[in-house]
């Protein structure tokens, strides 16, 4: 793929996760729809049309190219069973690597964790160890991962934090402006069910792709968000008879197979 190729498949990830569409980029470059359109096809941008776009989305051509080196959608890493058990060994070796991959520098880090001058080194020296980082003179640090790790589903990280995060995230009020929180029941087929996961997935990658937009954003500036997705066969006849014992005629519902 050519660096013009990778540059506008950002480019285009960029204007998904703003919600913008071709339309709304014409208007601010005063183009037609349909030359904007024809910008993209034929990869015909000038660095000036590149530089009014990214005047139009406040990023720069570096925050651009920077998300061509993120990699495409499928991007994620996943850590082998030693890398795992080292991280859900050590707490504060594992927030040290989260916060890495969520854009924070190591001095932030080292004052947000208390960590003491020989503490950090520590920390710096096993994730390096673990080929989890990169670690230069100075404590400049590389990730050698993706920000986003594929957590193995029986792997130590998930059996030991998965079910205290969905009960802490799920168990709270959502009543603020920020927050936001539906829970929809209805009959639907095998079909509709498929497209549904589809389009969460999609929101999914969105909200991976405004994080990579963010990661050069002020940390004042910014809040950590948490996003919950999920989607099952459920009905409520399985609380009713699990919580407190209440048994439901079988005529009355439709139980899954």
């Not at 285009?12 to 005063?30: E, F, H, N, P, S």
């Not at 015909?44 to 495409?72: A, H, I, K, N, P």
């Not at 058990?85 to 594992?94: F, I, M």
């Not at 020989?118 to 993706?146: F, M, Y």
Request: with cysteine; aromatic share 8%; net charge positive.
């Amino acid at each position: 793929m050519s660096q013009t190729t990778e540059v506008l498949k950002a480019l285009k990830r960029v204007l998904r996760a703003r919600g913008l569409t071709y339309a709304d980029l014409a208007v601010a470059l005063g183009l037609s729809e349909a030359s904007v359109k024809r910008l993209f096809s034929e990869q015909t941008f000038s660095v000036r049309r590149l530089e009014e776009t990214c005047r139009f989305l406040d990023m720069t051509l570096y925050d651009l190219t920077r998300m061509t080196r993120l990699g495409d959608e499928d991007d994620t890493t996943s850590l082998d069973l030693d890398q795992e058990k080292a991280l859900a060994r050590d707490s504060s070796l594992l927030a040290y690597f989260y916060l890495l991959l969520t854009g924070w520098k190591p001095a932030r880090i080292a004052r947000q964790l208390k960590l003491s001058a020989t503490e950090h080194t520590r920390v710096l020296a096993r994730l390096d160890k673990l080929r989890l980082i990169d670690l230069g003179p100075g404590n400049r640090v590389r990730v050698l991962t993706s920000r986003r790790i594929a957590w193995r589903v029986d792997g130590p990280i998930r059996k030991l934090y998965e079910l205290q995060v969905k009960q802490d995230f799920v168990g709270y009020r959502f009543t603020a402006a920020d927050e936001y929180f539906r829970f929809e029941t209805a009959e639907l087929s095998q079909a509709s069910m498929s497209v549904l996961a589809r389009r969460l997935e999609r929101l999914s990658r969105e909200f991976d792709d405004l994080a990579d937009l963010d990661l050069n954003v002020a940390p004042e500036k910014k809040r950590n968000v948490g996003l919950m997705l999920a989607m099952r066969p459920w009905t409520y006849w399985q609380i009713l008879e699990q919580e407190w014992n209440v048994q439901i005629p079988a005529k009355h519902l439709v139980r899954p197979r």
